[in-house]
């Protein structure tokens, strides 16, 4: 008699879900500027320096895991994982590794993944090839494609150029494997998946919600993400990050 209980409870802890391998809800953001607003184009592609940190502060307080794409599968062995992208590959980019240095302490590393347009490296206001080799180096961050020319990918014809080409170019200035493609525009069809499995194992799209795994066919190529642009307040983007 006074076994049942706990035999009852073994079986039970081997029924439930452990927290750890529940599936959550991961949430992938996307930010392209992080400067002042210079007046030049949209507005709400920058966020300050001062409102990211604030942001990232938020995410290290609140136990946040910030994760990269290689590290897909360990994403369940986490707390609060969460990634942190940036398209386009610009030149302010370098104020995230800033306050990522200031930031980071022994339980919170941060790391997020610049999405850069090969073709686009080394203009004005871009990162360099020196830039991302001292970036890639460094290790905070994984770079990754966003195409060599950003065009619509449901409308070009040469694949090999604008998928493949792009990730050796990215390959040979980091040293390091780029196994995500963000697509420009957030353009995507059954004929862009096909392409880009050939080369990548991940394709982000500007889909606003969070990633849960449904164990759907292309769902690692139509991974969603969601904008934090220059009017969020810190009370929306800690709705948008917490899990609901
Ligand atoms: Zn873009």
Not at 30 to 49: M, Q, R
Not at 53 to 67: A, V, W
Request: hydrophobic share 35%.
């Amino acid at each position: 008699m006074k076994k049942t209980p706990i035999a009852a409870l073994l079986i039970l802890i081997h029924i439930l879900p452990s927290p750890i391998f529940a599936q959550q809800k991961v949430p992938i953001l996307i930010y392209h500027s992080i400067d002042k607003y210079n007046g030049l184009g949209s507005k709400e592609l920058y966020v300050t320096p001062q409102n990211f940190e604030e942001q990232m502060r938020y995410l290290r307080d609140h136990g946040f895991t910030l994760f990269t794409f290689e590290r897909w599968q360990d994403m369940n062995k986490v707390n609060k994982p969460i990634f942190i992208t940036f398209d386009d590959g610009y030149k302010n980019n370098w104020n995230v590794i800033e306050i990522f240095q200031k930031l980071r302490n022994e339980r919170f590393q941060p790391t997020a993944t610049f999405f850069v347009i090969s073709d686009f490296i080394g203009r004005s206001n871009r990162l360099s090839q020196s830039d991302l080799k001292r970036i890639a180096v460094e290790g905070m961050i994984s770079i990754q494609s966003h195409t060599a020319t950003h065009p619509d990918l449901t409308k070009v014809e040469n694949y090999p150029y604008e998928l493949k080409v792009s990730k050796d170019k990215i390959e040979q200035i980091t040293n390091k494997p780029v196994v995500a493609l963000a697509y420009p525009f957030g353009a995507v069809n059954k004929k862009v998946i096909e392409e880009t499995k050939k080369y990548y194992s991940f394709g982000v799209t500007t889909i606003p919600e969070k990633f849960q795994k449904t164990g759907g066919k292309d769902e690692l190529y139509l991974l969603p993400r969601i904008y934090i642009k220059y009017s969020t307040s810190l009370e929306e983007f800690a709705k948008i990050v917490e899990v609901e």
